[in-house]
């Protein structure tokens, strides 16, 4: 009787940590997302196009509740077939995608997204799958793979859209570079470059701060679901380091397609060929 006690304690207990789902739970989340949109609103944020955050913010908080409802149900089902598995994954990263070429440029050039992104997060699900520390089947993979995609979806919307916007700020300065004789792509790089870079800063800065100022997901999810802490640590320590390989990938790659102009955006960024002409 006393092991059996002590057999559903665990689970009970991380039960009881988390926010229990009710009228309250949703009313503040009402709440919190009319407050941001609301500060959005009042202090008049707004993108470089002019595209107001109130809306943004509002559409994407009620897009979120209608996507993690539809994957809290699908999620069950797919797991049981590894072609539904990989045929979500596979949804996962063209998302991905669809949603950096979209941030970085609204022309025909936002597939190329595909590469940086791919090159960053393929090679590291390869090796967690060979090495059997996450298995094919089973729901592990799932979100192993979306935290990766999502890192390297970040880090190549940043590096895209702030050398896009450097190239453009500082295009005389890509002219001086070609008028001394330098490759439109190195003189395209040696602009972008410190930009791009900058990409990094928020996953060393996670890194960096682990344990002392956040605690991640991947950790707290471990020790909620009755792993010891050394085991929620190292796995949250293999997360942040496949964070870091699958982002300087991304950016560095993101970086060398808009030094080539593989992504660019029309009637920006092109100029440095007329300009050479």
């Known amino acids: 009787m006393h092991a059996a006690a002590h057999a559903v304690t665990a689970p009970q ?23 941001a949109a609301g500060v959005a609103a009042l202090a008049h944020l707004a993108d470089r196009e002019g595209g107001r955050y109130p809306r943004a913010i509002a559409v994407a908080g009620l897009r979120a509740a209608v996507q ?31 949603t950096s070429g979209r941030r970085i440029t609204a022309d025909r050039t936002w597939w190329w997204t595909a590469v940086p992104i ?13 090495t059997g520390l996450v298995p094919l089947k089973g729901i592990a993979l799932v979100p192993v793979t979306g935290i990766l ?12 859209r702030r050398s896009l916007d450097e190239l ?26 410190p930009a791009a870079s900058e990409a990094l800063i928020p996953g060393l800065d996670q890194t960096r701060t682990v344990g002392l100022v956040t605690l991640p ?5 471990m020790l909620l679901g009755g792993a010891s802490p050394v085991q929620a640590g190292a796995v949250q320590l293999f997360v942040l380091v496949a964070l870091m390989a699958v982002q300087a990938v991304a950016t560095a790659l993101t970086l060398e397609l808009v030094a080539r102009e593989r992504l660019h955006r029309d009637g920006a960024g ?3 060929e007329a300009g050479a002409g």
């Open 13 to 35: 207990i991380a039960a009881a940590t988390l926010l229990p789902v009710g009228a309250t739970l949703w009313a503040l989340l009402a709440v919190l997302l009319v407050a």
């Open 68 to 98: 993690l409802a539809a994957v809290s149900y699908l999620i069950g089902w797919v797991v049981r077939a590894v072609p539904l598995l990989l045929g979500f994954l596979a949804l996962m990263f063209a998302v991905a995608v669809r």
């Open 118 to 130: 791919g090159a960053g997060v393929l090679p590291v699900v390869a090796a967690l799958l060979l």
């Open 149 to 160: 995609i999502g890192g390297a979806l970040t880090a190549t919307v940043l590096a895209g």
């Open 168 to 193: 453009r700020l500082r295009h005389g300065e890509v002219e001086a570079a070609l008028a001394l004789g330098l490759p439109d792509r190195d003189a395209r790089l040696e602009i972008a470059r």
């Open 217 to 221: 997901g991947a950790f707290v999810g």
């Open 270 to 272: 092109r100029g440095a």
